[in-house]
């Protein structure tokens, strides 16, 4: 389904929930996400690549270890991310995007803004959140 939006738009409460409009506009936004996520990842390939690793003073040699080490934690983080991303891409498919995966009830579509892969609504988020405080 191929959704022209205007530009500017944003999804709003006048209209129905996750209608085409909204599934389109999530679509994009994780998109973007996604592709800038990937162009950074390459980005510190192509650093560490063209990195000189063969530095004479050892605190210098520490210093960029240092630095590509958290580089890489980086990125692994960057990759769990991008699968988030494809998950909430693939429920944009199913048709479940937009929907809590405990309750069935609407995420809402401030949430969605702020955190577009969110699979719980705030309530079930809360509740899963205390109940890991007290596991």
Same mark, same amino acid.
């Given at each position: 389904?191929?959704?022209?939006? #205007?530009?500017?738009?944003? #999804?709003?409460?006048?209209? @129905?929930?996750?209608?085409?409009? +909204? ?34 003073? #050892? ?10 080490? &958290? ?6 983080? *960057? ?9 909430? &891409? ?6 479940? *995007?937009? *929907? ?5 009830? @609407? ?8 955190? #577009? ?10 509740? +899963? ?7």
């Amino acid at each position: 389904m191929n959704v022209d939006l #205007p530009e500017g738009y944003r #999804p709003g409460e006048d209209e @129905p929930y996750m209608s085409p409009r +909204h599934l389109a506009y999530f679509r994009r936004q994780l998109l973007q996400w996604r592709d800038a996520l990937l162009e950074e990842s390459e980005q510190t390939i192509r650093n560490l690549r063209e990195e000189q690793w063969r530095e004479p003073d #050892p605190n210098d040699r520490a210093s960029r270890e240092s630095d590509a080490s &958290l580089e890489l934690r980086t990125r692994d983080r *960057y990759r769990k991310l991008l699968g988030k991303i494809d998950a909430a &891409l693939r429920r944009i498919d199913d048709g479940s *995007y937009g *929907y809590c995966d405990e309750t069935g009830e @609407p995420i809402g579509l401030r949430r969605l803004e702020a955190r #577009p892969i969110a699979t719980l609504c705030i309530e079930a988020q809360e509740r +899963h959140e205390r109940d890991e405080r007290f596991s």
